[in-house]
């Protein structure tokens, strides 16, 4: 536990002294239960909860010995052969994890040459896209957006969307879906 209270200080920016002074109990304290020496009474934790600015629950959830990571290497990542994707559109999976609730799928999307628009996709979850290259109308229900390499969009993706019109330029983007696991 005292590893989790010591990473969640670093992890807010927090020194010692300051996280002690905003959960107030002293700075020895709070020492000793990030190295171990001492166990926290509930109360305790709460007050840490409170000064981190965490639920009290965070203390007892498994992070510390969960082991999903994934790195994938420039251009080593997955195409992915979407059944019913749209012709033109080449998908590559740039990473997964495979254990808590959120469900999170990174794709680098280029379009290849004679893609054509597509504005009806629609599916469960947030979708973020960063357009790398390129331009495009980029459709969102009944909005329209003009987006050039560095714009980005965030939205819920259970509305209509895609790319209504295609620049002239090659076209890529970063696409993240982010949904929960039933």
């Known amino acids: 536990m005292g590893a989790q209270v010591r990473a969640l200080r670093i992890a807010s920016g927090a020194s010692g002294g300051e996280l002690a002074r905003r959960s107030g ?88 040459q ?11 979850g947030l979708k973020f896209v960063y357009l790398l290259s390129g331009n495009v109308m980029y459709r969102y229900g009944c909005k329209v957006v003009t987006l050039g390499a560095g714009d980005s969009l965030l939205f819920d993706a259970t509305a209509l969307h895609g790319i209504e019109d295609t620049g002239a330029e090659p076209v890529s983007y970063l696409s993240v879906v982010f949904t929960f696991r039933r």
Not at 29 to 43: D, F, K, Y
């Open 25 to 112: 109990i002293s700075r020895s304290l709070l020492s000793r239960i990030e190295h171990g020496v001492v166990s926290p009474s509930v109360a305790t934790l709460a007050r840490v909860a409170t000064g981190l600015d965490v639920p009290i629950s965070r203390f007892f959830s498994d992070q510390p010995t969960r082991s999903d990571f994934s790195h994938v290497q420039a251009g080593k990542g997955i195409v992915v052969d979407r059944v019913g994707a749209v012709a033109g559109y080449r998908y590559e999976l740039l990473g997964h994890l495979l254990s808590g609730n959120l469900f999170a799928e990174p794709y680098l999307v280029t379009l290849l």
């Open 114 to 124: 004679g893609a054509e628009p597509y504005v009806t996709f629609q599916h469960p």
